[in-house]
């Protein structure tokens, strides 16, 4: 039974760069949610999914972060241009709505 | 201001105590969960907890939605309980799911 399936699990960019994270939910999920999550900040929400349609943009974070969702099977978050700030562990997660949320295992990024 | 508060922020226990952890809520909320983080992990659900009572093995969960509050319950703590404990609220009106800062728990021997 697959879970949530984040890639890539590690990524370092140069400042400036564009990055692409990736995430495929659990089958049959229609919420889809981005968190990103440092020490000082803890989790944050960047974007929220429901069935492909965008529910919140995450407020601050709309400026350089863009995440879409083509279909109900995969997300992505585009970071660009990425900052020495935006380090930190990109989480995405979903579930069936009201209910359990299952987490993948992070996209670790470290921007220099 | 944060709509979710934890306490305490951290908690060393001598493995075999217990240990009580709360979650207040500032807004309105349909449901809330309790995960468990290990250092450099992921986050596991521990409870979907809508509301009242709810065991598993040796946690204990419980919901008063309309005094905002939730509280998890360890009882006889093992080392490998270590970890942070975060808990999130579903808002009313939809289905936004927003965590609080988490309480780091270490268990010593």
């Known amino acids: 039974d697959a879970g949530v399936t984040q890639t890539p699990r590690h990524e370092v960019a140069e400042k400036g760069q564009t990055i692409i994270l990736k995430c495929e939910p659990v089958?049959?999920?229609?919420?889809l949610f981005w968190y990103r999550q440092t020490k000082i900040q803890g989790l944050e929400l960047l974007s929220y999914?429901?069935?492909?349609?965008?529910?919140?943009d995450g407020g601050a974070f709309k400026d350089r972060f863009k995440a879409e969702m083509l279909n109900s099977s995969f997300s992505t978050l585009k970071i660009q241009p990425t900052e020495p700030k935006d380090s930190a562990v990109y989480l995405c997660a979903s579930s069936a709505g009201g209910n359990t949320l299952y987490f993948g295992e992070g996209s670790r990024l470290i921007v220099v | 201001g944060q709509q979710v508060q934890q306490s305490p922020t951290s908690l060393v226990l001598q493995e075999g105590e217990n240990a009580e952890l709360q979650c207040n809520f500032s807004?309105?909320?349909?449901?809330m969960q309790w995960f468990y983080q290990r250092p450099g992990g992921s986050l596991v659900s521990v409870f979907y907890n809508p509301s009242g009572t709810k065991q598993s093995g040796r946690l204990t969960s419980t919901t008063v939605i309309k005094e905002r509050r939730s509280s998890l319950h360890i009882s006889s703590s093992q080392i490998t309980d270590s970890g942070t404990y975060l808990c999130a609220m579903e808002r009313a009106g939809g289905y936004k799911v927003v965590f609080g800062s988490g309480t780091r728990l270490l268990v010593s021997p």
């Open positions: 999914f429901r069935s492909k349609s965008l529910m919140e």
């Open positions: 807004t309105s909320l349909n449901s």
């Open positions: 089958s049959g999920h229609n919420d």
